[in-house]
């Protein structure tokens, strides 16, 4: 089985993904705009330049993907806290530059450090409003 984390944000999916694409490289598989879908030339502008899909690669197996609601459909965003992307890098330093890279400019919940557990871990909240956790153990690397 594959997780792919799916994103919805509020007119902000291209610019979170540029962000995303500078702390994680690679190129997009998919950048769609609302405008592409069927009857899509009848959208106002603004819902034109809406992302319909974006997808990023962010390790071998795992793609993060969003889109864009539509609030002129009816479409409401509820941000909340019940959702983290769990990151398990394969070293030290791929979990700090990950967690300096995504944490820029969000909140730190908890700065990485070593862990009861036995992991080196830690938390945020992303520019975006998008939780994170980053979470290594040397003996499952």
Do not use: C
Not at 68 to 78: E, F, K, R, T
Request: hydrophobic share 40%; aromatic share 12%.
């Amino acid at each position: 089985m594959k997780v792919h984390p799916y994103l919805n944000f509020d007119g902000r999916a291209e610019e979170a993904f540029n962000f995303y694409k500078s702390v994680f490289g690679g190129e997009f598989l998919a950048n769609m705009k609302m405008s592409e879908v069927p009857d899509g030339d009848k959208l106002s502008k603004v819902d034109q330049n809406r992302t319909m899909h974006i997808a990023l690669p962010i390790g071998k197996d795992t793609l993060l993907m969003a889109s864009d609601i539509m609030p002129s459909a009816g479409h409401v965003l509820q941000a909340g806290s019940q959702t983290y992307i769990m990151l398990a890098p394969e070293s030290r330093q791929e979990a700090d530059r990950l967690f300096n890279g995504l944490s820029k400019g969000g909140k730190v919940e908890m700065a990485m450090a070593d862990m009861f557990w036995g992991d080196y871990f830690g938390s945020f909240i992303d520019k975006f409003g998008i939780r994170w956790m980053i979470s290594f153990n040397e003996n499952q690397s």
